[in-house]
């Protein structure tokens, strides 16, 4: 029985251990307000695009305007797209952007 228990455990332990729903793919956590588990992925920086109204997410077809409260800091220089249900038609949580000169 207790060698069971010891196996058990040692198996358990070789388990790969996947980051938290609130954590981004580095080990940073995502804002509360942003993520409700499955609304928040990196992005490719390609699908980001600057322009003079805001940033423009291609993936969805919005602008999100440079002074909008929705805008965060990706504090690993990748950026990050939460939407509604996580989906690429979904309405913007927040972008993660990396701060300009990362």
Known sequence: ????????????GLIPHT?????APSGWRYDASCCSGIDCRQ??????????DGYFITIGN???PYNDRRIHDSPDGYVHWCTIGGRDN????C???????F
């Open 62 to 64: 919005e602008v999100v």
């Open 90 to 93: 979904g309405r913007t949580i």
């Open 43 to 52: 992005i490719s920086s390609a699908s980001l695009k600057e322009r003079p």
């Open 19 to 23: 980051a938290a729903a609130h954590d």
């Open 1 to 12: 029985m207790t060698l069971r228990i010891l196996m058990s455990c040692v198996l358990l």
């Open 95 to 101: 972008l993660y952007v990396p701060p300009r000169g």
